[in-house]
């Protein structure tokens, strides 16, 4: 059976093209965004067939939070114009960074005629809006990592510690290491990755140990120490901390005579950020990761437009986008039915290849990365396929 991966861009020269119409349509946060038709066709009577096909964007656009938000929509309306067709409108909605914002945008999409809920960001968003697109019947594409969050017509789209972990440990195993420690905050991300890390080291003929932290604690060398001293000392320590928390603990660890020379230090996380590479605990290491090249390419574009980085999330905003845009050129009165949003080929987005299961999980194809003093490299690159992912 063929399994084709959906694009989700147009070479830089197409955009580049639409970019000028892009400058002059952005939305304020309360209005629709719409892709014009072109203007040589003449108006026509909208059927039922030709109704628009309504998509809603959840995201803090105001208030402390609107700081992420703001790039992720113009991140969002990127992907609009690099795909959506005439039909197809994106309902912007600020959630104002809170439950009851987001709960009360999403009824509003709802009411607006939305099929399908792209966000909210935060996990207490995501929890507001589950219970109000279930009963909507609309589904979400949310931008939260939380995979407690998943199912029941929620797709978690944030980059899961599943993913990660798995790969990571899944390519430490194939280099021979066998003793894993979870170094970890106590906490429901923390608890995730313990939950990962165990599983996936049993059914790959390792074993793995945990130490957990107080996530409130201001001096890592505790932990660090606790870690230290415990026995047997294992090959391989797993950090469950981003920038610039996980900076601090490696060193702490190295100070305790955790030899980074002698045990890898794994990622549990985004770890694709420049500043890591800035401690030398750190070298090394490896982490999961999607291929570099394509997010690059996407960042140079929306630097070039915008005059100013996007943050790492603002990905998941046009991919999110570029998935519903491509399934509402299929036509038909639900483009966004289950079957068509787990497909088995998966989509190719600016995060790398990735399909939606059946529990509202985001499985990416990812690369295992190595950090250097010059920036992370690729160790092995990210396959290409679910057929070489396995089934």
Known sequence: MARLATPFSRGREGHRALSLLFVGLLAACGRTVTVPAPVSQAPQPVQ?????????????????????????????QLALFDLAGSNF????????????GAANAARQAAAEGATLILGPLFREEVAAVKPVAQ?????????????TLAGNGTYVL??????????????????????????????????QVVRVLQGT??????????????????????????????APRPQAVLLAEVSPRVQPLAAALAGAGVDPAQVRFLGAGLWDEPALAQEP??????????????RADFEARFESLYSARPPRVATLAYDATAIAAVLSQNGGPRP?????????????????????????????????????????????????SFDVLGQ
């Open 281 to 294: 605990a750190l070298n090394g290491a490896w982490f999961a990761a999607p291929s570099p090249q394509t």
């Open 48 to 76: 039922e067939a030709q109704r628009p096909t309504k998509v809603a964007l959840l995201l803090p656009l105001s208030g402390p939070r609107a700081s992420v938000g703001e790039p992720m929509l113009q991140a969002a």
């Open 89 to 100: 409108e994106l309902l912007p909605r600020d959630t104002k960074g809170t439950p009851a």
């Open 135 to 147: 009963g909507a019947g609309v589904g979400v594409l949310a931008f939260t990592n939380d995979a």
């Open 201 to 230: 080291a049993q059914r790959l003929g390792g074993q793995a140990q945990v130490e957990r932290y107080d996530p409130a604690i201001a001096d890592p060398a505790q932990p660090a120490q606790q870690l230290a001293g415990a």
């Open 158 to 191: 944030g980059l899961t510690p599943a993913n990660h972990v798995e790969r990571v440990v899944g390519y430490a195993r194939a280099q021979g290491i066998t003793r894993y420690t979870a170094l970890v905050p106590r906490s429901p991300y923390g608890e």
């Open 336 to 384: 966004f039915e289950a079957r068509a949003l787990q497909g088995p080929g998966g989509f190719e987005g600016v995060d790398g290849l990735f399909r939606l299961t059946p529990g509202g999980l985001a499985e990416r194809s990812l690369a295992v990365m190595e950090v250097t003093p010059t920036g992370p490299r690729v160790l092995d690159p990210a396959p290409n």
